[in-house]
C-alpha cells in the first residue's frame, strides 16, 4: 500500500479489505446448519477494530517493502480474527466474564442462546486453521504455511491464549503480584499479536533476527494494549468502546491501574510502546514505518 497514506488510512484500507474477506469466510462453508452459521456471522460482522489482521498485513509488507505480500498473507489475516472472534464470544459467557454488550451489539449467547454461543466460537476456532491452509492459494510455501499453523496452535492454545485466560479466571480468586499478572496479559493478550506479526513476517520471508525482533515489538505491543484496555474500562466511553466499562472493578479483577494506579499504568503503556518501536527499528526490516506507526496509534487510542 502507497507509502503516501496517513497512518489512519493506511489503516483503514487494510481492516475494509479484512472485512471483505471476511465476509465471504463463512458463507464460503459447506453444508452449515443455519443458526450455526448466522451466530459465526453474527459477531464476526459486528465489527471491531481489526487490529490482529491489519498487524498481519503490515508485517508481512514490512520485511521487503512488498505490497504483494500483505495480498498474500490476506487469509491468514482472516484466520486470526477468527480466533480472537471465538475468544470473544467465550470470554462474554456467563462461565467466564458474564457480559451482555460486544463491539456495540447484544452478546452472542445473549441473541443465540450459550450452547449456540460455545459453538460458534468452537467452529470459528477450527475454520481459522482452514484459513491458514487457503494461504496456498495466494502462493505462500506449504512450508511456511505448516509453520504459522503451527504457530497459530501455540499462541491461541494452553501455552498461549487459552493458558493465560484459564490463569486470569484462577487469578480472580487471588492474584496479588505484578508478575502474575504480567503473565495473564503476556498469554491472554500479547500471544495473539506475537502471532500475528510473526506470521505475517513469515509471509515476507524473514529471517530469524527479524522474527525475534517483530517477536518482541508484539510482546510489548500487546501488553500495552492490554493495560490499554485495563485503563479504558476505567475511563472509557462505553458508546466509543462499545461494551460495558467499570466491569473489571465490578468483578473484582486485579488490572495494572488497580496494582500500581492510572499514572503509572499510563506510564507503563508509553514505556512498551518505546520498547515495541525499538524492536521494529533495529529489525533491518526494508519498510518498517507502518507498524512504528500503528504502535503510537495504539497508544493514544480511545476505542
Ligand atoms: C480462550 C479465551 C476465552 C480467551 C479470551 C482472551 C481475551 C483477551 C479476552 C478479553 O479480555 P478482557 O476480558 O480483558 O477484555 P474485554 O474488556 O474486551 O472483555
Ligand atoms: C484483548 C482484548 C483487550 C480484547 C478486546 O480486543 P480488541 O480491543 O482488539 O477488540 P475488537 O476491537 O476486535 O472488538
Redesign the pocket.
Known amino acids: 500500500m502507497s507509502e503516501q497514506l496517513t497512518l489512519q488510512d493506511y489503516v483503514a484500507q487494510a481492516a475494509a479489505k479484512v472485512e471483505g474477506a471476511l465476509r465471504e469466510a463463512v458463507p464460503a462453508l459447506w453444508d452449515v446448519p443455519p443458526k450455526l452459521r448466522e451466530a459465526m456471522d453474527y459477531s464476526l460482522r459486528a ?6 489482521p491489519v498487524l498481519v498485513m503490515a508485517a508481512a509488507e514490512a520485511v521487503r517493502g512488498q505490497e504483494k505480500d500483505a495480498e498474500a498473507s490476506l487469509s491468514i489475516a482472516c484466520a486470526i480474527e477468527l480466533v ?1 472472534t471465538y475468544s ?1 464470544i467465550h470470554d462474554d459467557l456467563p462461565a467466564m466474564d458474564d457480559d451482555d454488550f ?2 456495540g451489539k447484544p452478546t452472542n449467547h445473549k441473541v443465540f442462546g450459550e450452547a449456540m454461543a460455545i459453538l460458534a466460537g468452537d467452529a470459528l476456532l477450527t475454520h481459522a486453521f482452514y484459513l491458514v491452509t487457503e494461504g496456498q492459494k495466494h502462493g505462500i510455501d506449504p512450508g511456511v504455511l505448516l509453520s504459522v499453523s503451527s504457530d497459530l496452535a501455540r499462541y491461541a492454545g494452553a501455552a498461549g491464549m487459552v493458558g493465560g485466560q484459564a490463569a486470569d479466571i484462577m487469578g480472580e480468586q487471588g492474584l496479588t503480584s505484578a508478575s502474575e499478572l504480567e503473565y495473564i496479559h503476556l498469554h ?2 500479547s500471544d495473539l499479536i506475537v502471532f500475528s506479526v510473526t506470521a505475517g513476517a513469515k509471509v515476507g520471508g524473514a529471517d530469524g533476527k527479524q522474527l525475534d525482533a517483530l517477536a518482541l515489538y508484539g510482546r510489548n505491543l500487546g501488553l500495552a ?2 493495560i490499554q ?1 485495563d485503563i479504558l474500562d476505567l475511563i472509557g466511553d462505553e458508546a466509543k468502546l ?1 461494551k460495558k466499562t467499570k466491569s473489571d472493578v465490578e468483578q473484582g479483577k486485579v488490572t495494572y491501574p488497580y496494582l500500581i494506579g492510572l499514572d503509572e499504568s499510563r506510564s507503563l503503556v508509553e514505556k512498551l510502546t518505546l520498547g515495541a518501536k525499538e524492536a521494529v527499528r533495529e529489525a533491518g526490516l526494508a519498510s518498517p514505518s507502518r507498524l512504528l506507526g500503528i504502535a503510537d496509534y495504539l497508544m493514544r487510542r480511545d476505542h
Open positions: 465489527g471491531g477494530k481489526r487490529l490482529r480472537h470473544l460486544r463491539r491472554k493478550t494494549f492490554q484496555d462499545g
